[in-house]
């Protein structure tokens, strides 16, 4: 067994039980500063990468993509997933296509999301949407990688915040081979909790992007797996602008005080 699919089985048997919290870094060093406080996954955030980039969400071309997934996966020794946004294109086949090259990036998972960018339209179509996760498992099986494939519905994330079809699609998703279902921004026990039961035995990814809920209390509603996107990275960039922020308003330092010591994170591995 090479180092992909040892990545790819340790990634497969966090989903089999128990509850696992999966944060997302957006360079290198945030994603070993990760894996040296002992999370055992990890997974891209769209955001905060391109954040990073001096853009806003959803303005990463694929290929720029592509290298930032190769980046991370290498930086750790743990499993990344990725956050593959809508794949990179509408047509199946070509998300397909697109998949296939994510999966040659050495990831362990993947999330393909069903919002389209428009804010008249902003989901794809049910069966289009259905068609695509379709495409994505085609092309995961067709690779022979086996990395978990994650069905995203954007619902509450773009202004369509309807319960029932948010648990329609997850479970067409799941029908169609989504290894693990997501729904961005659902934030009440009962909305969890009905999720996890359409989709039922499939598991459940939860992201939590707020103090709504603990770990303990989400494992004890059956979720399987947390992430918390572009949270952390928001975080550190709060940090920076406030401190930034008392430089250009005030002429003061004072949030310069009591900083981590970060090159120890760094000298041994």
């Not at 039980?17 to 406080?37: H, I, T, Y």
């Not at 290298?67 to 998300?95: K, Y």
Request: net charge negative; with cysteine.
């Amino acid at each position: 067994m090479n180092v992909h699919e040892e990545r790819v089985a340790a990634f497969r048997g966090l989903h089999s039980s128990g509850c696992f919290v999966m944060p997302n870094p957006w360079d290198a060093g945030s994603a070993r500063a990760l894996e040296q406080l002992g999370f055992k996954a990890l997974a891209t955030t769209s955001a905060g990468f391109a954040w990073t980039l001096g853009r806003a969400d959803n303005q990463v071309a694929l290929d720029e993509a592509l290298e930032h997934l190769r980046v991370v996966v290498a930086a750790v020794r743990v499993p990344v997933n990725a956050d593959f946004e809508g794949g990179f294109a509408v047509d199946p086949q070509q998300v397909a296509a697109n998949v296939k090259l994510a999966a040659a990036t050495g990831i362990a998972g993947l999330s393909i999301e069903d919002s389209t960018g428009d804010e008249v339209e902003p989901l794809h179509a049910f069966d289009l949407a259905v068609e695509r996760v379709r495409a994505a498992r085609r092309a995961i099986d067709e690779s022979g990688t086996g990395v978990v494939l994650t069905g995203r519905s954007e619902g509450f994330v773009c202004g369509r915040p309807d319960l029932e079809e948010t648990t329609r699609r997850l479970s067409a998703y799941a029908e169609a081979g989504a290894d693990c279902l997501y729904a961005p921004r659902i934030e009440t026990a009962e909305q969890v909790a009905a999720i996890i039961t359409a989709v039922s035995p499939k598991p459940v990814n939860l992201l939590i992007n707020a103090p709504f809920m603990s770990v303990a209390e989400a494992a004890a509603l059956g979720v399987r797996r947390i992430s918390v996107g572009g949270t952390l990275a928001r975080t550190a960039w709060a940090g920076f602008l406030q401190a930034a922020g008392e430089i250009a308003e005030a002429g003061t330092f004072s949030r310069f005080d009591a900083l981590p010591n970060v090159d120890a994170l760094f000298l041994h591995r």
